[in-house]
C-alpha cells in the first residue's frame, strides 16, 4: 500500500488543454515534493512546499499544499509535448526520507 | 548533467550472482539516498547514509547491503540475485537540512 495516492495514474491530453494531478495521504507531511521523470532518467525536482495552504507556481505549473499538509495538486495549463512524462510526489515524514507515490503517466499530443 | 554520477548505466547479470551499483553525490552533499524502482512497485526507499553513517532503513533485503565511504562515494551490493531483482536502482543526494533531492540516471539491472 502506497503512502501517497496519486491519480489519475494515465491522463493523456491533446496539446493545449489544462491538467490537474492529485496526490493524497492520510498522514501529515513537513515538506511535499513534486518531481518529473523522462524515460531513461532519474526524477527531476520541480518543486518544494512547506507551508499548509501554500500555492506555488513554475512558469504553467501551479502547485497547492493542503492546508492540513496531507495532499497536493499539480495543476498544467496550455498542456505542451513537453510536459509529458511521469509526474511523482513525495512527501516526507521522518528525517529527509521521501516516499513516493506510485506516480502519473502524462502525454500531450500535439 | 544532474551532478549525481551512477555506475554502471546498464547491468545483465544471472541468477545467484553479485553485483556492485556506484553512486557519486552532487559535490557538498552529504546524505545518499538508494531507491529500487519497479513498474509495479514505483520508487521503494531501500536505504539512506549521512556522512559516512547509516541514518535511515526502508524495505531493504538481507541480500543487499550498502556503504557510504569516506570521500562520501556509496555502493549497493546485490547479492544472490533474482529474476525479482531486475530493476532500475537510483541514488539520490541532498545537502544537510535541505529536502532537494537530486538524483542519478540510474543503474538498470537485469537479472536472467
Known amino acids: 500500500t502506497q503512502l501517497l495516492e496519486q491519480s489519475p495514474q494515465f491522463l493523456s491530453i491533446q496539446e493545449g488543454e489544462n491538467l490537474t494531478v492529485y496526490c493524497n495521504s492520510s498522514s501529515v507531511f513537513s515538506s511535499l515534493q513534486w518531481y518529473r521523470q523522462e524515460p531513461g532518467e532519474g526524477p527531476v525536482l520541480l518543486v518544494t512546499v512547506v507551508t499548509g495552504g501554500e500555492v506555488k507556481k513554475l512558469k504553467r505549473l501551479t502547485f497547492q499544499f493542503g492546508d492540513a499538509r496531507k495532499d497536493s495538486s499539480l495543476h498544467i495549463t496550455a498542456a505542451q509535448p513537453g510536459d509529458t512524462g511521469l509526474y511523482l510526489c513525495?512527501?516526507?515524514?521522518?528525517?529527509?526520507?521521501?516516499?513516493f507515490g506510485a506516480g502519473t503517466t502524462v502525454t500531450v499530443r500535439a | 548533467d544532474s551532478g549525481v554520477t551512477q555506475t554502471p548505466k546498464h547491468l545483465i547479470t544471472a541468477t545467484g550472482q553479485r553485483v556492485t551499483l556506484r553512486c557519486s553525490p552532487r559535490s557538498g552533499d552529504l546524505s545518499v539516498y538508494w531507491y529500487q524502482q519497479s513498474l509495479d512497485q514505483g520508487l521503494q526507499f531501500l536505504i539512506q547514509?549521512?556522512?559516512?553513517?547509516?541514518?535511515a532503513k526502508g524495505n531493504i533485503l538481507e541480500r543487499f547491503s550498502a556503504q557510504q565511504f569516506p570521500d562520501l562515494h556509496s555502493e549497493l551490493n546485490l547479492s544472490s540475485l533474482e529474476l525479482g531483482d531486475s530493476a532500475l536502482y537510483f541514488c539520490a543526494s541532498s545537502p544537510q537540512g535541505n529536502y532537494g533531492y537530486t538524483f542519478g540516471s540510474g543503474t538498470r539491472l537485469t537479472v536472467v
Open positions: 513525495a512527501g516526507a515524514l521522518i528525517g529527509y526520507k521521501l516516499s
Open positions: 547514509y549521512y556522512n559516512g553513517e547509516e541514518r
